[in-house]
């Protein structure tokens, strides 16, 4: 891809007008109990309390409310197993467009189930013989519909953007942000917005560590594909960072850290014993990231985006437990 422009802060508040009628403001919460134990001011963002769970449904909104009349009238395909799914439904159902998603054959029965509540219209295949992405074009060819892909589109890194903007009003500059990352949309809008709103802020993307595809690429200059990574963060189990996210992470981001599983249980357990609140392993990687650097932080005002709290209650159990 060439001639390419990539989406700017302006794109990032343009979205926050776009879905404000949509979104939760949600909570920026804080812990005297992290704050003791870092030396540090540090402000969760809680987008486990996000519409549908997860700050997905901000670029899903963002995109939608963009379609033309007659992109709104044939409708929307997606192909995601996760968040991404239940944020396209319920976007779609709320604006009257009719919405595919494409989902594989094992996905879990409540992803399937919540995104069909939501309306959606569900086509499974055989993730072993079939290619989601041409299952996909090939019904966006045949219908008319448009194609909203997880990560990789302008307008859903602007939307995604929205919740690190919504922080830094609300708390004022921050010295350091720790942020999630699979495909980098939340990192690159995250990343847009801090470098606008809080130009001097270190910005850290945090992968786990049995798929650090995106620390390969930022460290190598070009983009670095692997296979599913194992790891229980399932919501960033991608195996390549975007044609359009990687150059604006290049660009903006200053590092990318990773943390192994075992990092993610001890935070998730932290985060429901000391704030009461349930967070999906891989909304905690950037709190296990920013405690894995503790000793650098004394002293600082930091950010952390909770991504999200979609996880099986029954496995969440057994996080716990374990
Ligand atoms: C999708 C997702 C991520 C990763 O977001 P990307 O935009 O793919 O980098 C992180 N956390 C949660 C909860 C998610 O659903």
Do not use: W
Not at 49 to 63: C, D, I, L
Not at 72 to 97: D, E, M, P, W, Y
Not at 154 to 176: C, F, N, S, Y
Not at 241 to 261: A, K, R
């Amino acid at each position: 891809m060439t001639e390419m422009t990539l989406p700017d802060y302006h794109d990032v508040a343009a979205a926050a007008e776009r879905i404000a009628d949509y979104a939760n403001k949600t909570p920026v919460m804080t812990s005297r109990t992290v704050n003791e134990e870092f030396a540090a001011d540090v402000f969760f963002k809680c987008e486990n309390f996000q519409r549908m769970g997860a700050f997905k449904f901000r670029g899903a909104m963002n995109a939608l409310r963009q379609f033309t009349p007659e992109q709104r009238a044939a409708g929307v395909v997606t192909f995601s197993s996760g968040n991404h799914a239940q944020a396209i439904a319920l976007s779609a159902k709320l604006l009257g467009i009719p919405a595919t998603i494409i989902m594989p054959h094992d996905a879990p029965a409540a992803k399937v189930a919540a995104t069909k509540g939501y309306g959606g219209n569900v086509v499974i295949y055989d993730r072993y013989s079939e290619d989601r992405e041409k299952i996909g074009r090939d019904l966006a060819q045949k219908h008319g519909l448009t194609l909203i892909p997880p990560y990789d589109h302008p307008h859903v890194i602007a939307g995604q953007g929205t919740a690190t903007k919504e922080l830094i009003e609300e708390v004022g500059q921050l010295d350091v942000l720790f942020v999630c990352l699979g495909g980098g949309g939340l990192l690159s809008g995250s990343a847009l917005a801090a470098r606008h709103l809080s130009p001097g802020c270190v910005i850290y993307g945090v992968e786990p560590e049995a798929g650090n595809d995106g620390q390969q690429s930022f460290r190598n200059g070009k983009i670095v594909h692997i296979g599913t990574p194992k790891t229980i963060a399932d919501g960033a189990q991608t195996q390549h960072l975007g044609n359009i996210t990687f150059p604006i992470i290049q660009q903006n981001v200053n590092d990318i850290l990773t943390v192994s599983d075992d990092e993610l249980v001890a935070s998730m357990k932290f985060i429901a014993e000391r704030m009461k609140i349930v967070v999906e392993p891989t909304g905690c990687l950037g709190f296990a990231a920013a405690r894995a650097s503790k000793a650098e932080l004394r002293g600082k005002k930091i950010g952390i985006i909770i991504s999200g709290g979609n996880v099986d209650i029954s496995r969440y159990g057994e996080f716990l437990a374990g």
